[in-house]
């Protein structure tokens, strides 16, 4: 199973970003997908997570600003990032919880996507 994040970049505040995180391999079902992020020493906290049937869940730094969404046929989840501000700025992960085609839940994480935002 892999996970393959991408969309993170230089952005000005205020602006906006889309990040993508794509799941392929041997997988048989996804149950939750989430977006965590990370900045140097600090621990790795959840921004969005969303389950297979669409409910979703927000940090308080995102509410509002960042909306989360999966297309399950592509096996994707989105993260839409608007009004971004300088302390959004972090390496974004994706993290999903699934079950293999062998009846194995796992959980994986995708490999990081900076996101900058400065002027």
């Known amino acids: 199973v892999q996970l393959q994040a991408s969309g993170g970049g230089l952005v000005q505040p205020g602006g906006s970003l889309r990040l993508s995180c794509a799941a392929s391999?041997?997988?048989?079902?996804?149950?939750?997908m989430d977006w965590y992020r990370q900045t140097p020493g600090k621990q790795r906290e959840l921004v969005a997570g969303?389950?297979?049937?669409?409910?979703?869940n927000y940090a308080d730094s995102a509410k509002g600003r960042f909306t989360i969404s999966r297309d399950n046929a592509k096996r994707t989840i989105y993260l839409q990032m608007d009004s971004l501000k300088p302390e959004d700025t972090a390496v974004y992960f994706c993290?999903?919880?699934?079950?293999?085609?062998?009846?194995?839940?796992?959980?994986?994480w995708g490999q990081g996507t900076q996101v900058t935002v400065s002027s």
């Open positions: 391999g041997s997988i048989r079902s996804i149950n939750t």
């Open positions: 993290k999903t919880d699934l079950w293999t085609t062998n009846w194995a839940r796992e959980v994986h």
């Open positions: 969303i389950t297979y049937s669409g409910t979703t």
